[in-house]
């Protein structure tokens, strides 16, 4: 089974970094793709970044230039490193791991992490 552990969120004023790390225990068989998403209330759950195996990466456009994901694929764990912080990134943080392995593919979720951006 499969588990997503998160860490670092918390209370940060506009302008300010944080940054989060999620680490995944488990049987990781196949290729996959690790990211981030992002739950605001009242909102759809979205994209934030994610990353492949390889090291691509993909980012929304509202993070880009101030977020970076990284992963150690040893400890298989991925970063979301946040800067210039703003109102509209305070949401729920939701690690996110894929794994395709032949013809099945398997979604994981994480627990969240609850990331405030206030004065």
């Known amino acids: 089974q499969v588990r997503l552990v998160e860490s670092g969120g918390g209370l940060v004023q506009p302008g300010g970094s944080l940054r989060l790390s999620c680490a995944a225990s488990g049987s990781i068989l196949g290729i996959n793709v690790m990211g981030w998403y992002r739950q605001a209330p009242g909102k759809q759950r979205e994209l934030v970044a994610t990353?492949?195996?390889?090291?691509?990466?993909d980012y929304a456009d509202s993070v880009k230039g101030r977020f970076t994901i990284s992963r150690d694929n040893a400890k298989n764990t991925v970063f979301l490193q946040m800067n210039s912080l703003k109102p509209e990134d305070a949401a729920v943080y939701y690690c996110?791991?894929?794994?395709?392995?032949?013809?099945?593919?398997?979604?994981?979720w994480g627990q969240g992490t609850q990331v405030t951006v206030s004065p």
């Open positions: 990353i492949t195996g390889g090291g691509i990466t």
């Open positions: 996110n791991l894929k794994v395709s392995l032949s013809a099945t593919n398997s979604d994981y």
